[in-house]
DNA sequence: TTGTAGGCGTTATCAC
DNA sequence: GTGATAACGCCTACAA
């Protein structure tokens, strides 16, 4: 391969002249200047980024960290991509399949240099554990999580989600269901309160979180479409933690013979194409923007040049699952 | 950042000997691999993966590049990324939005060394352009494409297409109109032929296809249901290019008051999620061991050790969107 | 304005 | 078995 030296060798200067005009940087005069480009169009010449890197102690890299590709995900990898081609950064992709072994090897890829941050999508090892290397670079997640050195794109969902349940109330709703995802994450912790809280304002009595917990693919929701059939008295809505839940239960509900709104309502979360596609009500929460402030933050960390994060709020998206 | 000089120090050898420990090769005694293995334990030590890739001259990380995520992109590259990381590749992702200058960049990353091979899902450039980067590594595609270097993971979607019409017409169906993704494409005219083959055996006459071209995203399948609905005479049945223009089809037809399959039939392609939870009736032709072939073919150009691809084939998977 | 030389952290080829 | 030492290709003081 070719390299600086070649370079040096036919424009007849030194390769701290060839880097030089590489680079923009130091004085040059333009005849020399111009020497070395000739040269390096004739020899078709590019610098080798590991020398690059190795040379600079970083990589312009940055890994996202997530068990598999949702379509929420898949929001989250796009979006932040994105941000991070627009700013020179180049992205790896690891999916960890929740093996928190492999979740490991994504980390270790920032202590050895491989990569300058991280976005942790979704984690499996345990915050600690996770904490311990943010002295290699920074982390980013979109969990919600008590750190002081692991950064969060989260936002409470207390107030998006007693958005939905307000709104099922206002429909005449009085038996509601909360599919929850994780009852021992933060965030699913907030929902259980608003629940709570909604359930107290109105003098309405709460199911057990759980009763419904672990609930997070389109075959769960499925599942609970199969469940709603065998039930004598049937709920008359259910509140979900994603727009893959709800739209598990809205199609196999359907198979099943029901009519939504008539029979039951559902709200997603997420407003991800899929509700669009199947009509259901759900809540948006700008999961783009979140992808971009995990970049930012990850970039701030990183230079100098400071990005402005995005203000995020909840929208309630109404279409054909509620009254 | 601890370095092997520093680990050298400490167990008191010299860095050769670090070196020879830490990647198993050449001979150690015990005692010296003992002492070198506590000093890496004590200082926390690991190697500087730019040193080794700068030195190796490979980086063991391959791109994927593709111009933004769709459903079924997201099949595509979440399986190649597993089956890469199953052999310790790590894998980026360039997102190009069908932006050429940005395709080039990603290539670049090949050209310095960045790269040790590139999964280019659909180009930007053409194909003499991407043509020429084959010589800083392996480049595959998932499209089809006549060249001697740019390998393919494509396969003849004649049968596949086929297989539909056959379907559509045993059903009863004599007026089907293709939704073709790009004519242009080698894959669009392999279904143009089977649709004419088609046509010829029933005697039946063609539409152009012209008339039904540059159909991809949902919104455009959502634009044939309003097309659909403005006209008098209207087809028994629609094949589609792909799941998502069937989805936005299927769904937006639901919604301007069309019932399937008393109205007309749909066959989508690709057998992604969204065609289960609609209920479409789709041409199954396993893209995820598309993906794995493709990350095998790059495999075995980088090394001796040789993967053997997986045999595909064409299924039809009946669902609601037909009788 | 340009060149020299040292170093980034490894690996690999020699000697010993 | 182990230790120098020379690359890998680039950047950057420091000199000139």
């Known amino acids: ?18 880097s030089r005009v590489i680079n923009n940087n130091g004085y ?4 020399t200047r111009q020497k070395v480009e000739t040269a390096v169009e004739k020899l078709d010449y590019v610098p080798n980024s590991q020398a690059i890197s190795l040379k600079k102690g970083a ?11 949702t379509e929420t995900i898949t929001v989250l990898v796009k979006n932040f991509t994105l941000a991070a081609q627009k700013k020179g950064y180049t992205v790896i992709l690891y999916l960890t399949e929740n093996d928190p072994k492999k979740e490991l090897s994504a980390l270790e890829l920032l202590r050895s240099k491989q990569l300058d941050g991280i976005f942790l999508i979704i984690r499996s090892n345990d915050w600690a554990t996770i904490e311990s290397y943010t002295k290699y670079g920074p982390i980013v997640t979109w969990q ?46 907030s929902r259980i309160k608003a629940y709570e809280y909604f359930c107290e304002k ?23 479409a199969h469940w709603l059939a ?4 049937k709920p008359d809505a259910f509140m979900t933690s994603s727009d893959a839940v709800a739209a598990g239960l809205v199609s196999q509900a359907k198979r099943l013979g029901f009519s939504l709104p008539e029979d039951f309502s559902v709200i997603g979360f997420d407003n991800i194409e899929i509700s669009h596609l199947l009509d259901i009500t759900t809540i948006d929460y700008s ?15 990183l230079t100098l040049q400071k990005l402005t994060p995005e203000e995020l709020a909840f929208t309630l998206i109404v279409r054909k699952t509620t009254k």
């Open 28 to 31: 040059v005069s333009h005849i």
């Open 287 to 301: 999961i783009h923007k979140q992808a971009e402030n995990a970049f930012k933050m990850i970039n701030n960390d």
């Open 1 to 18: 391969m070719t390299n600086m030296k070649d370079i040096a060798k036919i424009a007849g200067v030194s390769s701290a002249t060839v």
């Open 230 to 233: 065998e039930q004598k008295i």
């Open 59 to 69: 990589t312009k890299t940055i890994g996202i960290i997530a068990p598999n590709i």
């Open 144 to 189: 919600r999580v008590k750190s002081s050195c692991i950064l969060s794109v989260f936002i409470d969902q207390y107030d998006g989600y007693l958005l939905g349940l307000e709104y099922l109330y206002a429909k005449g709703c009085r038996n509601i269901i909360n599919l929850y995802s994780d009852i021992r994450r933060l965030n699913t912790k």
């Open 202 to 224: 109105y003098d309405l009595t709460p199911h057990s979180p759980e009763q419904f917990n672990d609930i997070n693919s389109i075959q769960d929701g499925e599942r609970i």
